[in-house]
């Protein structure tokens, strides 16, 4: 198995009675219409059955037949009962008359029933008795790639982009319709196709006939195409002289552009927008500010049904500030000012896709702009496509937050799907760890996280380890001691890789530029928030960033129940301890050990459940495909070789704030701090 099937693989049942039972509910696929959506939900669902059951059941005419079948069908006001409505492109799959009727509110609604039924065979669920509604929590749910022109993707570990821009739009690589169909398999509704660091390219006419190509494989999946746009293209290749938003010129080419696009793509979702971020230009580079921008794009999209989602990923060139604290005083007091169908999409955490972060204090502070949650699939901070990190559990810590906005339950999931603030337009997105590496995501498991997203995208209520379960059921084995064992090393892996990296609330104290392996010494750099002791302020008396009113008091961003929380460094969950606090080596925490000690345990006890993870994914061996089951345990290798280097590092440059002795029962490392300097300038050598 190489991978490639991602969770739709379809093999046979092997257990023969329980195939006999769902062929007798599967004897033939009637739908009520012959739209695009709805007839790539009777072909998914007959390829689906063909390939779980080994009969391939006829496409009959609606009505033609009754019992013993499945039908599809549409109805926009379909109530399932009392209490259960189904919302826009939600689905329920019941029985009546003898046969299983998939009803989705929309087209794309039935498609989501159908994969939904697949997933129960996929998983060995019966359909006696089946009931199920489902309806997305949240409206936009969106991939964001950041592949650039040339093939090459930023922060990308999965080989090179997967659009070949020069050979559209007259050849479309099958792929793209694989990769559709995974996306709508767990409800993802709109791709973004090019980087947020944006070339002008893409508003090109010549560049809008093939996303138009891309947007057509897409379609029949339910899925929108939306463009990262450059804020100087007017300028670029507008051949005006400003990109000023306020300008009359600027406004009129962004507005041809989009009639342009829509000529083409007539379900075009909209525009994603990074400016004045990182380098990258913006309305402030005219005195204007973010709202100006956006708005100006929203006035150019005018009548047409599409979005701006405009990016919260800020922070200014020579802040001597906390770089924590600035998307939120730049964005905080524009909140009222964006106009309708203009999102601002914010990363889960103030900094940046670190490893354990605490929600982003914009989270519940901007009531009156929809927020979309931006989290990163690519593996940037967490070990490439060679770390086994199941992101489930960290996207769950963010959605599950408390920002306290309107009282107690003002979750950040609930603040991103609308419920809190009322709004009308929700939105979510993922950076894609896809790449044209056969297997899409390089490290296998990677591909649960993809998985993770859509699932959690679609509805936040699910718990981590149930989609681990259900990915793993779908992808490597059915035999349940296994998928017992696999879903619990997925679940259990990413504060694994927290304790070896960046435990007690450490973070940003990785290799330079590149962002993978450790650099706890790095102290000079373009920016000094680009260093690692700008975050990890190591000291003779201790560690950690105040952040409390004594310090930066980005903690004064918060809500007071939340603060709380965290204010206290006696109570503060051990996990954010250093994010908020500065902390002497010898101080006690709660866990019972000094600082000290506490970070030497974790380092080294993280080591060691790598290899307990080694270990667990050994004892599956028999059950997982050989090929596959080979190709992660290579990666944990290099995991366990690379967790111990993290370890090595680290304790060895704290040792030199801390001056102490590596507690017992750990052995202090064998190789010195110049050893381990040595292996990570050789990763930065060009
Ligand atoms: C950082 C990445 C950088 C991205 C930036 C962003 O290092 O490559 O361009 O985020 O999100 O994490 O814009």
Redesign the pocket.
């Known amino acids: 198995d190489d991978g490639y099937r991602l969770w739709l693989k379809y093999d046979r049942i092997q257990d023969a009675g329980l195939r006999k039972d769902y062929q007798k509910a599967a004897g033939f696929i009637a739908s009520s219409g012959s739209s695009p959506i709805l007839t790539t939900a009777a072909t998914e669902l007959q390829q689906g059955l063909e390939g779980l059951l080994g009969q391939k059941p006829p496409l009959v005419a609606p009505g033609s037949k009754t019992k013993g079948g499945i039908l599809l069908s549409v109805d926009a006001t379909a109530n399932v009962s009392a209490g259960r409505t189904l919302g826009k492109d939600g689905y329920h799959i019941g029985r009546k008359n003898g046969s299983l009727v998939i009803t989705g509110t929309t087209d794309a609604g039935v498609l989501y029933g159908v994969f939904a039924l697949l997933r129960q065979l996929q998983t060995r669920q019966p359909l006696q008795n089946i009931d199920l509604t489902s309806s997305p929590k949240i409206q936009y749910r969106l991939l964001n790639h950041?592949d650039n022109p040339n093939g090459t993707v930023?922060?990308g570990y999965a080989g090179s982009s997967i659009w070949k821009w020069y050979e559209l739009p007259e050849h479309l690589d099958p792929r793209y319709q694989d990769y559709a169909r995974a996306n709508a398999s767990i409800g993802i509704n709109g791709v973004v196709i090019n980087?947020?660091?944006a070339s002008a390219r893409y508003l090109t006419p010549e560049y809008i006939e093939k996303v138009a190509a891309l947007a057509g494989v897409m379609r029949p999946y339910g899925i929108r195409v939306y463009m990262s746009v450059l804020w100087a293209a007017p300028k670029v290749i507008g051949g005006l002289s400003t990109s000023d938003p306020l300008d009359p010129k600027v406004k009129q080419w962004w507005t041809d552009r989009t009639n342009e696009i829509y000529r083409a793509i007539p379900d075009f979702g909209g525009f994603l927008v990074?400016a004045n971020?990182?380098g990258e230009p913006g309305p402030q580079d005219y005195g204007r500010d973010h709202a100006d921008g956006a708005n100006m794009l929203a006035d150019a999209l005018g009548q047409h049904d599409g979005l701006v989602m405009w990016?919260a990923?800020v922070y200014k060139a020579n802040s001597n500030g906390d770089r924590f604290k600035e998307a939120y005083q730049e964005f905080k007091p524009l909140d009222g000012r964006f106009k309708p169908k203009t999102l601002v999409q914010v990363?889960n955490g103030p900094i940046?896709?670190q490893s354990r972060e605490p929600f982003h204090p914009l989270f519940g502070a901007m009531p009156r702009t929809p927020l979309v949650l931006?989290v990163?699939l690519t593996q940037?901070?967490l070990g490439f496509a060679t770390h086994m990190v199941y992101l489930a559990p960290m996207f769950k810590e963010t959605l599950d937050a408390d920002t306290y906005a309107k009282g107690q339950g003002s979750t950040v999931a609930k603040v991103v799907d609308g419920s809190v603030d009322k709004h009308s337009v929700s939105g979510i997105a993922g950076?894609a760890n896809i790449g044209s590496d056969r297997n899409w995501t390089g490290h296998p498991m990677g591909q649960a996280n993809w998985y993770a997203f859509g699932r959690l995208a679609w509805d936040h209520t699910l718990s981590a380890q149930a989609i681990a379960e259900e990915w793993t059921r779908m992808s490597l084995t059915n035999e349940a001691p296994a998928v017992r064992t696999i879903a619990d090393v997925l679940v259990k892996s990413r504060d694994i890789y927290v304790r070896y990296t960046t435990p007690l609330g450490l973070h940003h104290i990785m290799g330079q530029s590149i962002?993978y392996g450790p650099e706890p010494w790095l102290a000079s750099s373009a920016r000094p928030d680009w260093t690692s002791v700008y975050y990890h302020k190591a000291d003779a008396a201790g560690l950690g960033f105040d952040r409390t009113a004594k310090g930066s008091n980005a903690l004064g961003l918060y809500r007071p129940e939340v603060q709380q929380l965290w204010n206290d460094p006696q109570t503060c969950p051990p996990d954010y301890l250093l994010w908020f606090h500065h902390v002497g080596w010898n101080q006690q925490l709660s866990t019972g050990r000094t600082l000290w000690n506490e970070l030497c345990t974790r380092y080294y006890t993280g080591v060691d459940s790598v290899t307990w993870m080694q270990q667990q994914w050994a004892a599956v061996q028999p059950q997982v495909d050989p090929e596959l089951h080979a190709d992660v345990t290579s990666r944990l290798q290099t995991q366990h070789k690379e967790a111990l280097w993290w370890r090595d590092a680290c304790v060895l440059y704290f040792q030199t704030h801390a001056k102490q002795p590596i507690p017992a029962p750990f052995a202090p490392p064998t190789r010195t701090l110049d050893d381990i300097k040595r292996l990570v300038m050789i990763y930065q050598l060009r």
């Open positions: 950041w930023e922060r980087n947020v660091n990074k971020s990182e990016r990923f990363k940046d896709f931006e990163q940037e901070y950076v962002h």
